[in-house]
């Protein structure tokens, strides 16, 4: 599932083509706007030409005729000064229009290829795109090649007027003499090639260093996200971040800095090539005049189109030297957008029932887990064993032990490296993921704290009851948090989570408890029940609490509750040992007691130290 390289070449051309999608009509009407702007100086240069040698003719008669008579007299005169000031006018007034016109441009640029980026990473299944460092790396390649694609549409819109300006000053130059375009864009050419090296290596450095810019903004998150504040402050780690992200800013920085010397350096060099391409034409034409083979008219046209050529060789060149960057930095959104996920849903939208008895439930066959992209050995190993429908199951075990890991495997965040997971007899591999996932109700150890309303952090685990306020009350209830619909101000519809306006922050307990209210939602149709750690954030007695609500509600389902905590253990049908991602024990609370093996041992230790709670009251 890793990314597959892509030349600048075919990422540029994908650019283009979503420019193309994205702004359609900005852009046709960008480039007639540019065509105007792009045209309009060389008319204006030939007019001045006119104008120059019609004045210049007329001074040199001695006339001493009223000059509003001369102007009026000479038609070539007037038609040349009028229209020369007409097209200054409209290149002056559709100037503002190409401005408004390219922002538009930009804006729907931008958002056409963040939108979708969003898409993607939003319906990518596999969640390997959020843990594994390659992954997260594109994603933040990502992340800057959107911003570049503001550029991109800068550089369509400046190379039409590049190449507008660009053709009618080679073709008036070329009257001068046939090797004036010819000099000049020899001699500007060797820079362009100079200026593309010089952003293939300054990018080479940005992609090799996107790690450190990732940890920077793992760093700069730390300081400035509110879940950090505290800590930070009460054990004064301010230096210690600021230090680190400082670090490694002077690395990035210290990096760029050298190759842009270096860049600088050799553009400026070929620059004077350029210089002198302009000097040769030009003393071309100031000593035609002066033997008179040029007219006074032609050297303020020929000076004025060499600069306009090579101004717009330049727009040419620096914007091809941008396009070849940008079309660098926007080669990762194509290889995020090319992403195929190695987890795939299955396309079966029924889900079995599991015909014969022994086949019902969720079997675990001999599986195997690695992370991927890691070299660690295998963090599940060789794990066979049976729940049965509305049994609920206990995963305990050491931190480590692939607890968690294994819940990622049975609601399919991941699929096992080897082996398989049978859903009622049929690889979960086979099934429709929005099938599957609807027939699951979970409630994770990092639950999400969604910033929006009460009602949607519930309701959103059943959209279709998203209005139905019983549905959300009942929840609500059961999870033991109906007082917050009273308490808080505007109810079910008080946003929750400081970074919202007018937004209330929880305490972890009340999220930990919307969390399950979420799952508890989707819970009539759930079949399956997983909760990972679901009492952390818990004081004993909440605690005990939540073990008595989940263990009605599991009633009837299978459940599968991942805790260190074994009084909740204790209350399961069954309790699987894990240890280095093996099975190490599993039978009742009472068969493992006897067994006087690691769970009794893990048992009495934590029971010695929670003697007076009714959970383990009867050990003794
Ligand atoms: P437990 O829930 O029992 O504490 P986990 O399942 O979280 O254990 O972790 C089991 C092992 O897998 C640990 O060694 C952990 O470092 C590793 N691990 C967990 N998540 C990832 C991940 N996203 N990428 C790589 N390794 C991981």
Redesign the pocket.
Known sequence: MLPQELTPWQALRRSLRLVAQAAPRELRRLAYINLITGIGPSISLLLSKIVIDEVTAYLKQGSTDPPMEVLLGNSLLLWSVAIALGVNLIVDSVDAIGTNLFASLRDRVEGFVRGKVLDKVSYFDD??LF??PELLNLLELTEKGLARVQRLSFIVAATFVGVFTFIPSVLVSASIGWWVPLVLVVSATPSIFVEMRHHRKSWRVEETQSSVSRKMGIYSKAITSPDFAKEIRLFSLQDVLLDRWQGLFETLFSNMEQVRREGTLTVMAWSLLGGLGVAAPYIFVVLGVLNRTFTVGDLALYTGIILQLRRSLFILIAHTGDLYDVSLATAPIFQLLDLEPQLVSGSQRVLPSGSDRAHQGIQFQQVGFR????D?PA??ENLTFHIQPGEMVA?V????????????LLVRLYDPTVGQILWHGQDLKTLDLTALRSRIAVVM?DYARFPATLRENVGWGKMADLQDDDAIHTVLQEAGIAYLTDTLKHGLETPLGRQLENGIDLSGGQWQRVAIARALMRLHQAELLVF??PTAALDPKNEHEIYRIFRSIAQGRMAVV?S?RLALAKLCDRIIV?EH?QILEAGTHDELMAQQGRYHSMFTRQASSYRDEPLYSSVG
């Not at 992370?371 to 890691?374: L, S």
């Not at 075990?397 to 990622?408: D, H, I, P, R, V």
């Open positions: 969640i390997a843990e594994m992370y991927p992209g890691t660690q963090v599940l995963l075990g050491e931190n480590g032990a692939g607890k968690t890991t294994l819940a990622k150890q990972d750690e991942v260190h894990l991602g």
